[in-house]
């Protein structure tokens, strides 16, 4: 199992100035992976904070994926705080620089080189969009933030990250979610590979309770299903959609 975190960096998201976007494109894109997105929090722009939560992250998932603070500007401080992660230091991508000399032209300065510079070890992942390369810190992929620019390079993980099959099965009851907690939880803890999911349900017609059953395999959500169904009331079983 792949498993992955996701960091939304940023004062103006906390502020309420942004709305992130970001999240979700990276919930989307793990799903379609196969990817197991286990936690996403959304930070601020202090280094300290920042570089424990990259801590933690890298040591615990496959894969940490970063969003915003890898500008020109005092307040991008996502590259200092891997470095400070990982105990290593800042030093400037030879082909960075020349890219953004060869982009910038005449009017390169010290803030647009500043993107140059990264965390010591760091390789460099092409995205194919013909903009800069991401920055890759061991485990770590650094994106930007805006979300235009994390759009267009957030697909080359495609390329790095691989996971499993996702089979996910669903049942429509009528009852009342309470009604079946006990029958699900005793599901769930009779089948460790099966994640069951229970999500009351307002205005529809027909069913008052949506239930996914979650698994690797479709052997693994057929038996899980096949047991709710042994267990649950059948008048109360309005439909059921296997995947």
């Known amino acids: 199992?792949?498993?992955?975190?996701?960091?939304?960096?940023?004062?103006?998201?906390?502020?309420?100035?942004?709305?992130?976007?970001?999240?979700?494109?990276?919930?989307?894109?793990?799903?379609?992976?196969?990817?197991?997105?286990?936690?996403?929090?959304?930070?601020?722009?202090?280094?300290?904070?920042?570089?424990?939560?990259?801590?933690?992250?890298?040591?615990?998932?496959?894969?940490?994926?970063?969003?915003?603070?890898?500008?020109?500007?005092?307040?991008?401080?996502?590259?200092?705080?891997?470095?400070?992660?990982?105990?290593?230091?800042?030093?400037?991508?030879?082909?960075?620089?020349?890219?953004?000399?060869?982009?910038?032209?005449?009017?390169?300065n010290a803030a647009a080189l500043r993107m140059a510079d990264v965390?010591?070890?760091?390789?460099?992942?092409?995205?194919?969009?013909?903009?800069?390369?991401?920055?890759?810190?061991?485990?770590?992929?650094?994106?930007?933030?805006?979300?235009r620019l994390f759009a267009a390079k957030v697909g080359a993980l495609r390329a790095v990250l691989r996971g499993g099959p996702h089979v996910v099965a669903s049942l429509y009851l009528s009852s009342d979610e309470s009604a079946v907690a006990a029958i699900l939880s005793a599901v769930d803890n009779a089948y460790p590979a099966v994640k069951i999911g229970s999500y009351p349900t307002y205005g529809e017609a027909d069913h008052q309770v949506w239930v996914t059953v979650e698994a690797s395999s479709r052997a693994d959500t057929d038996v899980a299903v096949d047991r709710l169904l042994e267990l649950l009331p059948a008048d109360e079983v309005v439909r059921v959609d296997r995947g």
Not at 22 to 50: F, S
Not at 121 to 144: E, H, Q, S
């Open 119 to 147: 965390p010591a070890g760091t390789t460099l992942l092409y995205t194919g969009d013909g903009n800069m390369p991401l920055v890759v810190c061991r485990n770590v992929y650094l994106l930007p933030g805006i979300p």
């Open 1 to 108: 199992m792949t498993t992955a975190a996701a960091l939304i960096i940023g004062d103006e998201i906390l502020s309420g100035k942004v709305r992130d976007s970001n999240a979700e494109r990276i919930i989307d894109l793990m799903r379609e992976l196969g990817v197991e997105l286990q936690r996403i929090v959304t930070l601020g722009d202090d280094v300290e904070p920042l570089a424990a939560e990259i801590r933690f992250c890298a040591a615990r998932f496959d894969a940490v994926v970063t969003s915003g603070g890898v500008g020109p500007t005092h307040d991008d401080r996502t590259v200092a705080a891997v470095a400070r992660a990982f105990g290593v230091g800042i030093e400037r991508n030879i082909e960075l620089e020349r890219m953004i000399r060869s982009w910038w032209g005449d009017r390169v």
